[in-house]
């Protein structure tokens, strides 16, 4: 693309350490976060598969079934959850809090040096390299500033993998922190050969009739509070409708996006007294919200986690909070 510059948000220093810690590493391991989206999925398996082709021993850790509507995805045979216990070098992608990384944590410790890269506010993990940039929507921009900067390898899988993980997290380039730099890097990973039509019929054109059905049903049953909405999707629910959680994700965001709300709550319910709360908001930072109650996120889109032992308690818990922000 002649006449742009290439992108610089990361710091030329960090560019070298991350570069530095890439070639003293012999064996490399890139870890994914719990209940992974698009954007932790596609920077996982793509930084992963650049490393692999730039000579580096390279695995990806995985945790959790990967939801139907990612399974497009190249290289989701490295996706698994039976790696070694410790590397050379462990990059943290996409998570804030080493809890994100589940059963991982143990590998992070074990491993003679670990680096995180991320775009959320507020993270507390210690590692020799910390890449975290707030600005940038999508850690799946930060992988391709490395990539870029560093001149590591770029092949077609790889863009494809980077253009669903921006993709996926800026709300198909309409979010509030989508930059000039993200429609930039777009096009570049377009000229690289990602498909941008066969990957938008897979997210968004390929929706089973029994998820829009789900979806309906949450809508049909939240509840309105003034500028506030609030949404429950149960075990119960998804097990009635045959799908899966993360097909619930989207309510939360077509909830926000109605005339008149300005914060949008979904309670999703999982194993062992888990409560996972998804917020979106129009013009509200819900990240504080989210941080308060040991989450975290963004300004306009944040989560959080409640334990508790019913259904009902935590739904109660999560809109007490709705009401107060």
């Known amino acids: 693309m002649k006449g742009l510059t290439k992108i610089m948000i990361i710091s030329s220093e960090d560019l070298k350490k991350i570069k530095d810690l890439i070639d003293q590493a012999e064996t490399i391991g890139v ?52 790696y070694k216990d410790s590397y ?58 490395i990539i870029e900067n560093l001149n590591l390898p770029l092949d077609e899988k790889t863009a494809s993998l980077l253009f669903t993980g921006i993709v996926t997290d800026t709300g198909r380039f309409m979010y509030y922190d989508t930059n000039r730099e993200t429609f930039e890097i777009a096009g570049k990973l377009i000229d690289a050969g990602a498909n941008k039509d066969s990957i938008y019929q897979a997210l968004y054109q390929n929706k089973p009739i029994k998820t829009l059905k789900f979806e309906t049903n949450l809508i049909a049953n939240a509840e309105f509070m003034d500028n506030k909405v609030f949404a429950v999707s149960s075990k119960e629910k998804v097990s009635e409708f045959g799908v899966q959680m993360g097909d619930s994700e989207h309510v939360v965001n077509i909830l926000r996006d109605l005339e008149g709300i300005e914060v949008s709550m979904l309670l999703k319910e999982y194993d062992n007294g888990e409560y996972k709360v998804s917020m979106r908001s129009k013009g509200i930072d819900v990240s504080k919200v989210a941080r308060a109650n040991g989450g975290g996120g963004h300004a306009n889109a944040s989560g959080f986690s409640i334990f508790d032992d019913n259904l009902e308690s935590a739904a109660k818990k999560a809109r007490d909070i709705l009401k107060e922000i």
């Open 31 to 82: 870890v994914s976060h719990v209940n992974p989206d698009g954007d932790n999925l596609g920077s996982s398996l793509a930084f992963a598969r650049t490393l692999r082709n730039y000579g580096k021993d390279t695995e990806v850790l995985g945790h959790d079934s990967v939801d139907d509507y990612l399974k497009f995805l190249p290289d989701l045979e490295y996706y698994k959850n039976d």
């Open 88 to 145: 050379d070098l462990l990059l943290i992608l996409d998570a804030s809090e080493l809890d994100r990384i589940g059963d991982a944590q143990i590998v992070a410790k074990n491993s003679k040096k670990t680096a995180v890269i991320d775009h959320h506010l507020g993270g507390k993990i210690t590692s020799d390299l910390n890449i975290i940039h707030p600005e940038s929507p999508a850690t799946c921009q930060l992988i391709y500033e």
